[in-house]
């Protein structure tokens, strides 16, 4: 961190005022960004599904190590905040379960072939450029996807100049340090994206250490007449530590290679194509060591290997955007130790084809679309799905949202498919003054879901409905409030109740901002779990504060610190995995 800071010194320039300050965006209308995590990217005007996305801005204020300190504060999302920053975490969106929730980086699947588990804590925060996040079913447009996709959009070259930089480093409670560098880009028409990152901790909870590093490139040339092929590659590497159980610890060890390159064509005005190829290379293994002594006494180890590609076909009429795509992966898991004789080894051929429709009229906009998988060991299955919105005003619109959906969680275990059909309807608005409302009530009709029923694998059916409702404040004297509240009744096929289903889940944001570059963010989380043995003893409260100092254009140096945990909050689904309390950490950002 000492080194951060003295190069970064040595940038320092002249000082030179900046009174930009950007406002809260109350509505992303009919102009705004697309939302691309439907696969067909249109303005939130015109989508249909329950879509959050999280900004750039967003990320930077949050201090986030990795991807779960980011999306923990998300509406609808139910995230384990228990371990230490770059170990392993458990997600939920809606009361859905981690293996109903597909995470893709640079539209590469980051979940597991053995069951499904996205390891969300492998991401490094600083390559992100937002996030988008889709609650619900989304499997017309991108296939296993029962409960929801979230889809992490990482940075691309800057483009205004040949070259430019990130030092920055940070150092916590029980030596919790996190260095990172980044350096980017354009010469001509090639930009580059290279980021390397190290995070280390000794555990802010017993056997919870965590040693991970990351390196990552992209590289984007722009074609001599239109278009523009982009190459990507994700390395990480990580050891740390899982649980701690009397007489014993569990240890985890991962490397994992991630990579696309990708073409992007327009052919005319109105039609382009989408081609790419990716592969994901993964080991995973966990051991059992007995404490004291550090004898082994078991072991897993999971090898991941896919390889596929995608192409996709956009038109853009003056009414109507039609995307029609195709993906195939080959897919091949192998697992050492692991306790189902006969399951040690699977592969399988994976294809879809999607056809997906935006059509508006007048103040409405109608999306229809379907999507046919050949899963390749789950069966074939049909994924329709019908959206609509309607504007009531340039800033307020209903819309209205139903699909089937499937996931299927292990490419070991047969008939391990596990199916659903989602109806949503919700309701957003900018129109009421300086807020910004969003509500949406679901109702997640899941069957096939396989549970561990004494000893035995069952198949049960299970009703999840409720509702969210979010609202956001412009700010007053530089403050902004935001609020954010799930709620999720569940009962099986038989009117069962289900425990370990998050029943209300609360966020709470209080963000200051003046122009001077000072701003602090306080967010509260508090999940019931509904589950034995959890504990929900109040919120937890989290304070990020940072401060930039602007010397030149492109040079600036940011101090920050986050106090976790502020009032050691005990929050978790179980005694094994009790949450972690207060911590502390203090960095520097050199921008250059």
């Known amino acids: 961190m000492v080194l951060t800071v003295a190069l970064c010194l040595l940038t320092v320039m002249p000082a030179r005022s900046d009174d930009d300050l950007s406002s809260v965006e109350l509505f992303n209308g009919a102009g705004g960004d697309p939302v691309s995590a439907n696969r067909s990217p249109r303005p939130?005007?015109?989508?249909?599904?329950?879509?959050?996305?999280?900004?750039?801005?967003?990320?930077?204020?949050?201090?986030a190590h990795t991807l779960p300190d980011i999306i923990y504060a998300v509406t609808g999302i139910q995230l384990e905040v228990i371990s230490t920053p770059g170990t392993l975490t458990n997600i939920e969106i809606q009361g859905?379960?981690?293996?109903?929730?597909?995470?893709?980086?640079?539209?590469?699947?980051?979940?597991?072939?053995?069951?499904?588990?996205?390891?969300?804590?492998?991401?490094?925060?600083?390559?992100?450029?937002?996030?988008?996040?889709?609650?619900?079913?989304?499997?017309?447009?991108?296939?296993s996807a029962l409960g929801g996709v979230i889809n992490v959009i990482t940075k691309v070259p800057q483009q205004d100049r040949p070259a430019g930089g990130t030092l920055a480093g940070s150092y916590g409670t029980r030596q919790t340090v996190d260095g990172r560098v980044e350096a980017t880009g354009t010469v001509d028409r090639l930009g580059y994206y290279l980021f390397a990152g190290n995070l280390h901790s000794d555990g802010l909870r017993p056997n919870n250490q965590v040693d991970l590093g990351n390196l990552y490139g992209k590289l984007q040339y722009e074609l001599p007449v239109r278009g523009t092929v982009t190459l990507t590659t994700l390395y990480t590497t990580?050891?740390?530590?899982?649980?701690?159980?009397?007489?014993?610890?569990?240890?985890d060890q991962k490397h994992e290679l991630i990579a696309s390159a990708a073409l992007l064509l327009p052919l005319d005005n109105r039609l382009s194509l989408d081609a790419a190829v990716r592969t994901r290379q993964s080991t995973m293994e966990m051991f059992t060591i007995s404490a004291p002594g550090g004898v082994t006494l078991q072991s897993t180890r999971e090898n991941d290997n896919s390889i596929g590609g995608s192409l996709k076909a956009s038109w853009?009429?003056?009414?109507?955007?039609?995307?029609?795509?195709?993906?195939?992966?080959h897919v091949k898991v192998s697992l050492r130790g692991g306790r189902i004789a006969g399951e040690e080894a699977k592969t399988a051929d994976r294809a879809g084809i999607y056809l997906n429709d935006t059509f508006t009229v007048g103040n409405f906009a109608i999306t229809p679309s379907a999507r046919y998988d050949w899963t390749g060991f789950g069966g074939d299955r049909f994924s329709p799905s019908f959206g609509i919105t309607y504007a009531l005003s340039e800033n307020s619109l209903l819309r209205g949202y139903t699909a089937r959906g499937y996931s299927l969680t292990s490419l070991n275990r047969a008939e391990s498919t596990e199916k659903v059909w989602t109806s949503q309807l919700g309701f957003e608005s900018g129109d009421v003054p300086s807020l910004w409302l969003k509500a949406t009530l679901f109702r997640n009709d899941t069957w096939d879901v396989i549970s561990n029923d004494l000893g035995r694998l069952a198949k049960t059916r299970q009703l999840k409905h409720g509702g969210e409702f979010e609202l956001r404040t412009v700010p007053v004297f530089n403050t902004s409030l935001s609020t954010g509240y799930t709620y999720i009744h569940t009962e099986g096929g038989d009117g069962q109740m289900f425990q370990?289903?998050?029943?209300?889940?609360?966020?709470?944001?209080?963000?200051?901002?003046?122009?001077?570059?000072?701003?602090?963010?306080?967010?509260?989380?508090?999940?019931?779990?509904?589950?034995?043995?959890?504990?929900?003893?109040?919120?937890?409260?989290?304070?990020?504060?940072?401060?930039?100092?602007?010397?030149?254009?492109?040079?600036?140096?940011e101090v920050f610190g986050s106090l976790r945990n502020i009032f050691a909050g005990q929050q978790y689904v179980t005694d094994m995995y009790t949450n972690t309390g207060r911590w502390a950490e203090v960095g520097v950002r050199c921008h250059f």
């Not at 853009?316 to 992966?329: F, I, K, P, R």
């Open 238 to 251: 990580r050891e740390s530590g899982v649980l701690a159980v009397p007489y014993a610890d569990i240890n």
């Open 500 to 557: 370990s289903v998050p029943k209300h889940t609360l966020k709470l944001g209080l963000r200051y901002r003046d122009p001077s570059r000072l701003q602090a963010q306080l967010i509260g989380n508090y999940i019931d779990w509904n589950a034995t043995g959890s504990s929900n003893r109040g919120v937890l409260w989290d304070l990020h504060v940072s401060k930039t100092f602007e010397y030149a254009e492109y040079t600036s140096f």
């Open 96 to 143: 859905s379960d981690f293996d109903h929730v597909l995470v893709l980086i640079d539209n590469v699947p980051l979940n597991s072939l053995s069951d499904n588990f996205p390891d969300l804590a492998s991401i490094p925060a600083q390559i992100i450029d937002r996030i988008e996040i889709v609650k619900g079913a989304a499997s017309s447009a991108w296939g």
């Open 44 to 63: 939130a005007s015109q989508t249909a599904e329950n879509i959050t996305v999280v900004t750039a801005d967003e990320i930077v204020a949050l201090n």
């Open 316 to 329: 853009l009429g003056e009414w109507q955007l039609v995307v029609a795509g195709v993906d195939y992966d």
